[in-house]
């Protein structure tokens, strides 16, 4: 049986990609699964995890100290392929490749884009880190086994030539977690919309508050801000009184916050790697799993989903009058939002859930082993009516609202 061992220095415990998604899915495919993480170690289904106790309190000394100490921690595992999932872990990579390990690192961002817009560094520092950065990721690339990306970009791979293998692996929502759990009795708060994930101004959250404030509407808040001093700032806008900030949300917090409210916000604004690839951030994806219509960037790879199947209305992300009237638009014409909802479940159900993706992660240790491992997982369900009487020929025809509205 092959082992493999995946790192983390960084993030929580039993992290949904790492732990629930892709180590899960390995072991169901008969792979000897190690998960080298924070906190104690145990046995959970069918992976064997390996605790390193708390990580370092600041980001210097995570990097120095809490990667070395996951590294020694999976050296102890002895596996025949490593699956690393952070940059700082990189250098172990190289380590690993010397006691003739098989080596791949899941770059769950562009690191080298988003190290340029570091609001903890000053602008000159964040270009330098950037580039010393890309330059040392090229180095090792070239030296390890494989690189899993969630996405191409414009349909190519961004990697091209920097690496040995390539996989695309896109972080989508397991069918189980909130899509079979969609239950459309459930009573919908009027006037109300989400954001769940990491705030930040980048991630429109400021411009989310404002356009909820003109039209009327709450704007619940799950997850944590990035920053005591964002959270500061937003907490201070005058128009703040119209959110209802829930804090981190825990898995059953999630799908019960999606199913009462009757709009999912992603204006995501154009900066670093944002709207740059041919997916969708994965917050996007669950509001979909519930059957909510979305506002998210009007970007292109966005604009061509949306032409495909109406799941919601794209946006100018900085442009606040124009979410607001998206908005506006949604809470008045519910017939509509009802179809954009019925569409996107559509969509996870055929394109854009786990058990494509991770049908796509055993080809890629297929490949990088040699060795056919037995396919376990489900093959993707066909698509279910929707639960009113329109078809989806019906909602391709939809026209969309007119732009003056977006």
Not at 255 to 260: I, M, S, Y
């Amino acid at each position: 049986m092959i082992k493999v061992c995946h790192i983390t220095s960084v993030h929580p415990a039993e992290d949904v990609r790492i732990f629930q998604k892709e180590c899960v899915s390995l072991a169901k495919a008969g792979y000897d699964v190690t998960l080298v993480q924070q906190g104690e170690s145990y046995e959970k289904n069918g992976v064997h995890i390996l605790g390193f106790g708390a990580i370092a309190s600041n980001r210097l000394q995570r990097m120095l100290f809490t990667s070395r100490k996951a590294y020694r921690k999976a050296l102890a595992a002895d596996a025949d392929i490593y699956h690393l999932h952070d940059p700082e872990l990189l250098p172990y990579g190289l380590k690993l490749k010397r006691r003739g390990k098989t080596v791949i690192f899941d770059s769950h961002e562009m690191y080298r884009t988003m190290l340029k817009y570091k609001p903890y560094l000053p602008k000159w520092a964040c270009r330098l880190v950037a580039g010393c950065y890309g330059v040392y990721e090229d180095y090792i690339l070239r030296r390890i086994d494989g690189l899993v990306f969630p996405s191409l970009q414009n349909g190519k791979n961004p990697f091209e030539g920097k690496c040995r293998r390539f996989a695309v692996v896109n972080n989508v929502p397991r069918l189980e977690e909130i899509y079979d759990q969609y239950d459309e009795t459930v009573p919908k708060q009027e006037r109300s919309a989400v954001y769940i994930g990491v705030m930040t101004y980048n991630r429109g959250i400021t411009h989310f508050i404002r356009a909820a404030a003109q039209s009327n509407c709450t704007a619940y808040l799950g997850g944590d801000f990035s920053t005591a001093a964002y959270q500061t700032e937003v907490e201070s806008l005058p128009e703040f009184s119209c959110a209802a900030y829930l804090g981190r949300l825990s898995r059953p917090q999630v799908l019960e916050t999606l199913q009462r409210v009757q709009v999912g916000m992603a204006n995501i604004l154009n900066v670093a790697q944002y709207n740059q690839y041919d997916n969708l951030a994965t917050k996007v994806y669950e509001y979909m799993s519930a059957g909510l219509p979305v506002i998210l960037t009007d970007a292109p790879y966005n604009r061509k989903l949306m032409e495909e199947a109406p799941f919601g209305i794209c946006v100018d992300p900085e442009n606040v009058a124009e979410i607001a009237a998206a908005l506006q638009y949604l809470f008045s014409h519910p017939e509509e939002a009802h179809r954009m909802g019925a569409a996107g479940r559509q969509l996870i159900r055929e394109r854009f859930n786990w058990d494509i993706e991770a049908n796509n992660l055993l080809r890629f240790y297929e490949e990088i082993t040699g060795l056919e491992v037995t396919n376990v997982c489900k093959q993707t369900k066909q698509p279910v009516p929707f639960s009113n009487s329109s078809e989806l020929s019906a909602i391709e025809k939809q026209v969309p609202p007119p732009r003056e509205l977006r």
